[in-house]
């Protein structure tokens, strides 16, 4: 009896998490998946009917508007953040005595969570509190910013937001990588005369490629399943304007009563992050493999 539990302790603890996991993660995947092929409204139904609820979703005029701001906001803040990142880390690279000081700083945005994020930028890009009325009150009566408040630029307000808060991420991962490159090929480059600009452009960065890949990775699964700095940023609006997959799920199910619809973005959600992740995954897993 003791030799059995002994052999068999590791597979004993690991068993309820594995069991919650089933049925509370795949369990409702799967449930999630079955709803979509529903006509479920206010309460779910179980008889299938096809891809009824993907028609009305594709059909949407906000659902539309989410994926255009998907599109919008997961450009741009990919982009932005691993530029930002990728100067900030190739600054701090030049082993300046305050590293340790602004390297806390640039990853300090990381600590707080999206709401808190949300919340402070809301404050900040406030016409009637943040930016447009400091400048007012400097005597720039005419300076407007109003981005807000304003339905045609909402979205890249999220987009500012979400670059303070991933950059200083990007920045420590690159910074890893940049330690990380074999200094004997720099201090060979300088020997022969290369300039630092040329070290970096052409033989530094290029092998950080799969850093940048897993950067990227990162970036755009936090893009696509952002939530929590919509709706402490924004809420949504102006309107329905800033509105992302992840905030059209949320409505749907819990402020529409559309729990068909709901399923159906939630579903193609999952699709897109797995179009993006098991790439990722399957060349990893092949790297391994052929090492």
């Known amino acids: 009896m003791f030799k059995w539990l002994e052999k068999n302790i590791p597979k004993i603890v690991i068993a309820p998490s594995f069991f919650a996991i089933l049925v509370f993660v795949y369990g409702f995947i799967a449930w999630t998946a079955w709803i979509s092929f529903t006509k479920s409204r206010l309460m779910p139904k179980y008889d299938i009917v096809g891809f009824i609820q993907y028609d009305r979703l594709f059909d949407s005029p906000r659902w539309e508007v989410a994926l255009n701001n998907l599109f919008i906001f997961g450009f741009l803040f990919i982009l932005i953040a691993m530029i930002l990142g990728l100067i900030i880390a190739i600054f701090l690279d030049q082993r300046i005595r305050i590293e340790g000081f602004l390297r806390t700083i640039y990853l300090y945005p990381m600590a707080l969570s999206l709401i808190v994020t949300g919340t402070a930028w809301k404050w900040i890009l406030n016409p009637g509190l ?26 890249y307000t999220v987009v500012i937001a979400g670059v303070w808060q991933a950059s200083g991420f990007v920045m420590a991962l690159f910074l890893a990588g940049l330690r990380s490159v074999d200094q004997e090929i720099i201090k060979a480059a300088k020997v022969d005369g290369v300039p630092t600009t040329k070290i970096y452009t052409a ?66 959600m999952m699709i897109v992050i797995f179009s993006v992740v098991v790439p990722y995954l399957y060349s990893e897993l092949r790297n391994k493999n052929d090492q």
């Open 130 to 155: 943040g930016i447009e009325n400091v400048f007012k009150n400097w005597g720039f009566e005419n300076f407007t910013f109003d981005w807000l408040v304003n339905p045609d630029y909402a979205i």
């Open 203 to 268: 033989i530094i960065i290029p092998s950080m490629a799969p850093i940048f890949l897993s950067a990227f990775i990162v970036l755009a699964h936090l893009a696509i399943k952002s939530f929590d700095l919509v709706i402490a940023l924004t809420g949504g609006g102006p309107g329905y304007a800033t509105d992302l997959p992840a905030t059209y799920m949320y409505t749907m199910a819990f402020s529409r009563g559309d729990l068909g619809q709901a399923a159906s973005s939630a579903i193609i």
